[in-house]
């Protein structure tokens, strides 16, 4: 009896001591590494794995973190912030470029014979010709201001001028006629130089044609000299901007005095008496000076032209040759070309 409780108590004895040493072990596996409950290191994530243990240090032991031999792969990169505005920009005004500022301006013009021009009427041709705006055919270096004018001629320099005059003001610039455009006139095909300003003042009703009611005006002749009435009713529209009024002999006589009134052509009494309401920016007055024979029939001298084409408007609301000079010049920074002494008599 006693023998076999010694038998049970040894086999007791084998079977818990090796449990005991086997629960040690594993506990002490389970204890927290002290340099991680020190705070020291860094604690393993998935990004940064805790290093494999050194091969010299002994079995079980726990080696502190180390750096890895690859850099983790940054986390994808936020989007980069709109760009700030610089602290001078202002909005509402694009830089200024060719297509902004006064227009497609023709070259200023340089004439070696403007001292030959009545000292009147030598500044309106300098102003004009700063613009290059009294384009002559061929191209020449002498203006020759006492050379009549044609037709063809002026109605080239009325469009020109006009349209850069008010090259800021799209409303106020006559459209070219395309080369597509039906011709309004007999004798000037769109195979003609000049057709797009000419057909362009017929179809806005500038000048005379059958597209503004004169049915029996089929014809331009734009090689005969421009007279002195059809300059003032070409001219005058566009300074007004509106109707002509209407007009009587009476009224042409009382208001400018002149003793031919009654050769006047009807259609450009209109014109001629609402130029008398321009005063002293009238184009008969700036032209012609004091007068009291219009001789509406007399040919126009190319000065004669060009002081007229110096102003469009009314009385404080017009724009004259030498403002659009002056504009021109503080957008491009190009100084106006110096003039001759005799060219350069205040307006």
Do not use: H
Request: glycine share 6%.
């Amino acid at each position: 009896m006693l023998r076999g409780q010694f038998i049970a108590i040894g086999l007791l004895i084998s079977i818990v001591l090796p449990l005991g040493a086997c629960s040690a072990d594993f506990q002490r596996r389970l204890a927290p590494d002290p340099a991680l409950v020190s705070g020291e290191g860094n604690e393993p994530t998935p990004d940064n794995p805790p290093a494999l243990p050194d091969a010299t240090e002994s079995p079980g032991a726990i080696a502190s973190p180390a750096s890895p031999s690859v850099t983790p792969e940054s986390p994808a990169a936020s989007p980069s912030p709109s760009p700030r505005p610089a602290a001078n920009w202002r909005p509402g005004r694009p830089s200024p470029t060719a297509s902004n500022l006064a227009g497609p301006s023709a070259s200023p013009q340089r004439f070696a014979d403007l001292s030959q021009a009545p000292a009147d009427l030598q500044p309106y041709i300098a102003d004009l010709a700063e613009l290059g705006v009294l384009q002559l055919t061929p191209a020449a270096a002498e203006f020759k201001p006492n050379q009549i004018i044609t037709r063809r001629e002026f109605a080239r320099w009325l469009m020109a001028a006009n349209n850069e005059i008010f090259a800021n003001q799209p409303a106020n610039k006559i459209r070219l006629a395309a080369p597509s455009e039906s011709p309004t006139f007999q004798d000037v095909p769109s195979s003609d130089p000049d057709f797009a300003a000419i057909q362009g003042l017929a179809s806005t009703g500038i000048v005379p044609s059958p597209l503004s009611g004169n049915s029996t005006v089929v014809t331009f002749r734009p090689d005969a000299p421009l007279t002195r009435e059809d300059l003032i009713l070409w001219k005058t529209p566009l300074d007004l901007r509106r109707s002509l009024p209407n007009a009587t002999l009476e009224a042409v006589q009382q208001t400018w005095g002149f003793q031919d009134a009654a050769s006047i052509d009807p259609r450009a009494q209109r014109a001629v008496l609402a130029d008398f309401q321009n005063a002293d920016l009238s184009n008969i007055r700036r032209a012609f000076g004091y007068t009291t024979l219009f001789q509406p029939k007399k040919p126009v001298t190319r000065a004669e032209a060009a002081a007229v084409l110096w102003f469009f408007g009314t009385q404080g609301n017009g724009l004259s040759a030498k403002e659009a000079g002056r504009r021109d010049t503080e957008q491009t920074g190009t100084p106006a070309a110096t003039l001759a002494p005799e060219q350069t008599k205040e307006q």
